[in-house]
């Protein structure tokens, strides 16, 4: 748990401090070193006031460093928003308590996913050699997931729609979130057609 705190604010500390300097590049950003646990908890308080501090005034679209495509505040605001979301899950689930992702909120940590990860692919990765279907049953959100040719430069074609997949993943959109980032088994949705293909392109991801 102490690491996990101390890894988030880490993770407020770099991203308030990019959007702050208005960064072009990472390592613009100091490191910092790690405090006592003694100093944990004050040291987390303190960076998450930044980060919504600077967050909340600075203009959305400003341009701001980032590892993905997407070179703005917007992008940090979400990323910021869908990372909280998934550790204070894994804080909640380590204390034992039952814990799940506001669904709108969840919904969207889909649609970031398989915007800016689902074609970050494991070197160990097996081909998916089927399309996936993810439909989540508690609050909108749609899309379809199909490989792509070797010469595109992404493993995958994503698509905001309904449509048939080799596999369909359906449920409620934490328990999909929470599945895509291999937090629960994928066995814990509904998994409809080919299982296989499903399990391929849950596992696909470099995630670590």
């Known amino acids: 748990m102490a690491d996990l705190v101390w890894h988030h604010a880490e993770v407020y500390y770099f991203w308030a401090s990019i959007v702050d300097l208005r ?3 990472w390592n613009e950003v100091a490191r910092i070193n790690r405090v006592s646990n003694d100093e944990l908890f004050d040291t987390y308080d303190t960076y998450l006031a930044r980060v919504l501090e600077v967050l909340s005034a600075a203009d959305p679209s400003t341009k701001v460093w980032s590892w993905s495509a997407q070179h703005d505040v917007s992008f940090v605001t979400r990323r910021m928003a869908q990372e909280t979301a998934v550790h204070r899950w894994d804080a909640e689930q380590a204390a034992g308590l039952s814990a799940s992702i506001e669904p709108t909120l969840a919904s969207d940590g889909i649609d970031e996913y398989l915007e800016h990860f ?6 160990d990765a097996e081909p998916v050699a089927g399309s996936v279907h993810i439909h989540c049953t508690d609050v909108p959100g749609e899309w379809t997931i199909r490989p792509m040719a070797a010469s595109s430069g992404d493993a995958f074609e994503v698509t905001r729609e309904h449509a048939k997949g080799d596999c369909a993943l359906r449920g409620p959109a934490s328990d999909l979130l929470l599945a895509l980032w291999r937090r629960i088994p994928v066995e814990a949705v509904d998994v409809i057609g080919d299982a296989a ?7 696909s991801a470099n995630l670590t």
């Open 118 to 123: 689902v074609n970050d692919i494991a070197d």
């Open 197 to 203: 293909v499903g399990a391929r392109f849950v596992a």
């Open 23 to 25: 960064a072009v590049e």
